[in-house]
T-cell receptor, first 111, second 121 residues
Framework: GENVEQHPSTLSVQEGDSAVIKCTYSDSASNYFPWYKQELGKGPQLIIDIRSNVGEKKDQRIAVTLNKTAKHFSLHITETQPEDSAVYFC??????????FGTGTKLQVIP | GAVVSQHPSWVICKSGTSVKIECRSLDFQATTMFWYRQFPKQSLMLMAT?????????EQGVEKDKFLINHASLTLSTLTVTSAHPEDSSFYICSARGIGTDLSSYNSPLHFGNGTRLTVT
């Protein structure tokens, strides 16, 4: 089955700096890669997703890149703000199979 | 759009009792709902997949008689933890995938509820 690795497990950045979270996946059949933000005591919230026919997608301060050859995808947050502090999960999905989540990255934005 | 409501947000029960958790899709019809369990500082562990009108599919190692899932309508799925024990204490989260949210791919976005914190004493 699909295996998703996520790094780093924790990340501290100064407010205003950029944060990058990286994930790798194992199954070349995966074609959908969502990213979720989970605040303490709440459920995950979808923040951005990308499909395998696209190499990059951007939504304001958030961008995701996908390298299908290397089976890597990354989340980039620019101009970080304290409210960006949360746990972020990447995920990969093979058609008609369950979504596989990464192990999570705890992001702390220091004011 | 795509709001999933989960209730209750937290519950405390005594060992041996049963607890029901509801998951509702408020503004879309959910053909498929998923139930996850999350331990502190860990990722989401899929417990089961429920499709409206059919039996749930449980992941390996998850006891179907202990975690009863019902998906009787396109907007409601329930998870009942039967004969709960302290080791069942956890954060349970549901998610839903809607009809036609992405007709080009089976893997349309999952929308999550806010979770239920279950504590069994």
């Amino acid at each position: 089955g699909e295996n998703v690795e996520q790094h780093p497990s924790t990340l501290s950045v100064q407010e205003g700096d950029s944060a990058v979270i990286k994930c790798t996946y194992s199954d070349s059949a995966s074609n959908y890669f969502p990213w979720y933000k989970q605040e303490l005591g709440k459920g995950p919230q979808l923040i951005i997703d990308i499909r395998s026919n696209v190499g990059e997608k951007k939504d304001q301060r958030i961008a995701v890149t996908l390298n299908k050859t290397a089976k890597h995808f990354s989340l980039h947050i620019t101009e970080t703000q304290p409210e960006d502090s949360a746990v972020y999960f990447c995920a990969a999905a093979v058609p008609y199979q369950k979504v596989t989540f990464g192990t999570g990255t705890k992001l702390q934005v220091i004011p | 759009g795509a709001v999933v409501s989960q209730h209750p947000s937290w519950v405390i029960c005594k060992s041996g009792t049963s607890v029901k958790i509801e998951c509702r899709s408020l503004d879309f019809q959910a053909t498929t709902m998923f139930w996850y369990r999350q331990f502190p500082k860990q990722s989401l562990m899929l417990m089961a997949t429920s499709n409206e009108g059919s039996k749930a599919t449980y992941e390996q190692g998850v006891e179907k008689d202990k975690f009863l899932i019902n998906h009787a309508s396109l907007t409601l799925s329930t998870l009942t933890v039967t004969s709960a024990h302290p080791e069942d204490s956890s954060f349970y989260i549901c998610s839903a995938r809607g009809i036609g949210t992405d007709l080009s791919s089976y893997n349309s976005p999952l929308h999550f509820g806010n979770g239920t914190r279950l504590t069994v004493t």
